[in-house]
């Protein structure tokens, strides 16, 4: 089973609900977390962990062999991302931070040998124990690196790779496509929003993306008490998700998120919130 | 000039910065502001901003169809797809998740029945402008839910921007970056003058700083930094530190303050809905820095 924890928009505090969920639902599933964030991975700076069993992540590049390539120009041209450039006469050139790794130019290339296997290092995959009795799996993607689809792609290949009953993802700001990639499979998604008029904005697209995806969506409305909660209901309303929570500012949410301790660990009164939404969650799942 | 405004991690406050920013140096000059922040797009709302006057469709993108009638179900796409995009579906039908391809086409060159899949343009997203009450236009992006490319509709909203600065005779353009380091924030960065970093004082925060911050090096732009909600975590002196020895100057600290989130409940920059506050106090102190070492200096 997987279910995915987002929000649209980035700060919402979708990686402090994710992790707090995780360490409560550990005690019920055999359970991994995957950060799918790969631009900013925080998941194990809330759980007060450094990254374990670092691989390189590598993509692959075209390597010219000049001396085979007869200058037909066709991997410049099926080069959706526009990444190879030829000289007047056709000699192809690679530019490689615009490269995907796709592999078409491979792919058309006629001449056997021509395009030799070339690989770049992307980013990093890790798999962190936790002291919570789960795996935590993050994707980091390398500075300077666009494309965060490849990372996202390769950390839950690497998520396979282990065994576990009940999978959470935490995905990335925002609802472009390697956010719908890191939620793909999932039975739930908790959309994290606030009840900001911007926080609203971004959940209707969350929202949206939730029913594109035909996936059950619930919401957590996070700094509850810092704006117009109604108009969060109204909005999980027009798209059928139900609001399942509400997480009001505190003081000793700010203070153990920045310590590396899930207030769930902890005996402060906002830990309830959390693990009922957990509950709720078991209780869905089972 | 071209200043860019990021900071690695979203929810920092980098939009209620740059708005409160934008309302302060916009008696002196004469400025264009960028939200390239195409997924969450919010540097318009702060602004007020309720009409656009112009839209523009960004059709960029590409996905993969497969003609179900005359594939022969051989699954050589689902098999080289890269981003494993193209499923089953309960009809035994090959067919490609519209939502998480990326449009490359390898399964279009690698099907052995001319014809079957094909690559089509849609739309990935809009691009629009206005003028705001406070004189100066915006531009702005959205992109479509599940769609790729969010950083080609960042360079066309800052060429859109440039060619607009030229016709207007504008001199400054302030770009809000998106949260990562992925293509937005690489086209957001790019072509920039200077980087105003904005953090608050977390391990989270630091961490996604000094990865934005490597970005920004790799463009060789000079950065500076602005630690905002600067009290909420008393103690921590990594993120002043890390600064101090990277040589990036700090421009000023702003306090944690309610009057921030009310401001954007409000759908104004704080300085404006709230002059008086401990956080307005702070930011004209940075707006004279800004005006003083960056944009005179």
Known sequence: MQIAVSGGKGGTGKSTVAVNIAVELAKKFKLVLADLDVEAPNDHILLGVNLGNEREVHQFMPKF?????IKCRKCAEVCEEHAIVTLKDGTPFLMPTLCSGCRACEIVCPV??????????????YVTETPYNFILVTGKLREGEERSMPLVVATKRRVKELSWDL????????????????????????????PTPLGIHDTELILELGRLMEIETWV??????????????????????????????????????????PIVTTNFPEAEIFRKIADKIYNFLR | MQIVIASGKGGVGKSSI?????????????????????????????????????EREHVGAKIARINPETCIRCGICRERCPYEC?????????????????????????????????????????????????????ISAQLDVGRPESGKLVTEEKEWASRIMKEQGLEHMIVDSAAG???????????????????????????????????????HEPAYLIVNKADINPGFTKLREWAESEGIPILGEIP??????????????????????????????????????????
């Open chain 2, 256 to 297: 944690y303050d309610s009057s921030i989130p009310k401001s954007m409940s409000m759908l104004k920059p704080f300085v404006e809905a709230f002059p008086d506050s401990k956080a307005s106090k702070a930011i004209r102190e940075v707006a004279e820095v800004i005006k003083e070492e960056i944009i005179r200096g």
């Open chain 1, 167 to 194: 999978l959470i993802v935490d995905t990335a700001a925002g609802t472009g496509n390697t956010v719908s990639k890191a939620i793909e499979g999932s039975e739930l998604l908790i959309a994290v929003t606030e």
């Open chain 1, 220 to 261: 957590v409305i996070n700094r509850s008490d810092l704006g117009d909660v109604n108009e969060v209901y109204r909005r999980a309303e027009r798209y059928g998700a139900e609001v399942i929570a509400e997480i009001p500012y505190s003081e000793n949410i700010v203070k153990t998120y920045v310590s590396g301790t």
């Open chain 1, 65 to 69: 062999d000049y001396s085979k390539c």
């Open chain 2, 181 to 219: 380091i992925g293509c937005q924030v690489i086209a957001s960065v790019g072509g920039a003058d200077v980087a105003i970093l904005i953090a608050e004082p977390t391990p989270a925060s630091l961490s996604d700083v000094q990865r934005v911050y490597k970005v920004v090096q790799h463009f």
């Open chain 2, 86 to 138: 193209i499923y089953m579906d309960e009809y035994g039908n090959y067919v490609v998740n519209e939502l998480t391809c990326e449009g490359c086409n390898v399964c279009g060159l690698v099907c052995p029945v001319p014809g079957t899949i094909t690559l089509e343009q849609v739309r990935s997203g809009v691009i629009r402008k206005a003028t705001t009450k406070y004189g100066f236009p915006i």
């Open chain 1, 112 to 125: 056997p040998g021509a395009i030799q296997e070339g690989s770049r290092l992307i980013g990093h995959t």
């Open chain 2, 18 to 54: 740059t708005a409160s920013l934008l309302y302060l140096l916009k008696d002196d000059y004469r400025l264009i502001a960028v939200d390239a922040d195409a997924e969450a797009p919010n540097l318009g709302l702060l602004l007020g901003v309720t009409n656009w006057e112009e």
